[in-house]
Every structure is written in C-alpha cells, then in structure tokens.
C-alpha cells in the first residue's frame, strides 16, 4: 500500500474489516477504527461473528470504505486479536474516543443505559510486512 493510499484509508472514518472463516472465505464488515502507533483498533459486540472468526484465526485485512462497506481502496493484509486486558482496552477505547469525539460518547451513553458496554470487545488490527 502506498504512503498515499495509507494515508486515505487513516483519514476516513470506516474501514472494511474482513476476518477469516474456517472454510477460507473473509467475512468483509465496515467499522469505525482508530490508527494507533501504527496499529488500528476497533470495537464490536463481544458476541459478533467478527470476535468468534478471531478466536480462531487472526488472519485478516483492511480496507477503507463507505458507511455501507462498498471498499474504496486497496486491501492490506493484517493479523488481528482481540484484547483481554483492561489497560489495552481502555487505550482502544481512548483511541477511538479521540478520533470520533461525541459520537463516540453518544455511543457509550447508549451502550452503558443498554447493558452492552461491559460486553464490548476490543480489537488490535497490526498490518503485515509484505
């Protein structure tokens, strides 16, 4: 990916987050995301499928996107975990609260009033070297 194409994917406010299922094929879901020292965090439902294929495979890639997850750019192969400590949680959670501000917080404010804050799960996303 080159530096300008990196450079896009960090400025939009969705990447397409694609995670590996068992039989080989990429399940392709638009997030919001946040770069990181060179890494992407993320957040989902502690139960999405998303969290599930990462258990089992942390092959994965990226791609910017449209809100409704039409990919715009090029795809960058990454391996990706979901974070089980409280101190790499909250830098996600930090990270993201940067980038999206209010609505992010609007987010949480719904989240914890619904109970799923506590069942939020944080993801790493670290590019490949190629």
């Not at 530096?3 to 400025?11: I, K, S, V």
């Not at 391996?79 to 949680?89: N, S, T």
Request: include cysteine; aromatic fraction near 12%; glycine fraction near 8%.
């Amino acid at each position: 990916m080159s530096p300008e194409e990196l450079e896009a994917l960090e400025d939009g406010n969705y990447i397409s987050f694609a995670t590996r299922r068992k039989s080989g094929e990429f399940v392709a879901t638009p997030v919001w995301f946040a770069p990181h020292r060179g890494v992407y965090y993320v957040f989902s439902a502690g139960d999405a499928g998303k969290v599930k294929r990462l258990r089992n495979f942390a092959e994965s890639r990226i791609a910017a996107c449209t809100v409704r997850g039409t990919v715009t750019g090029p795809w960058l192969d990454t391996r990706a975990r979901v974070l089980d400590e409280p101190a790499d949680c909250a830098l996600a959670l930090r990270a993201l609260r940067r980038k999206y501000g209010w609505q992010m917080a609007i987010g949480d404010v719904f989240a914890h009033f619904t109970g799923r804050m506590p069942r939020r799960a944080y993801i790493r996303i670290e590019p490949v070297a190629n």
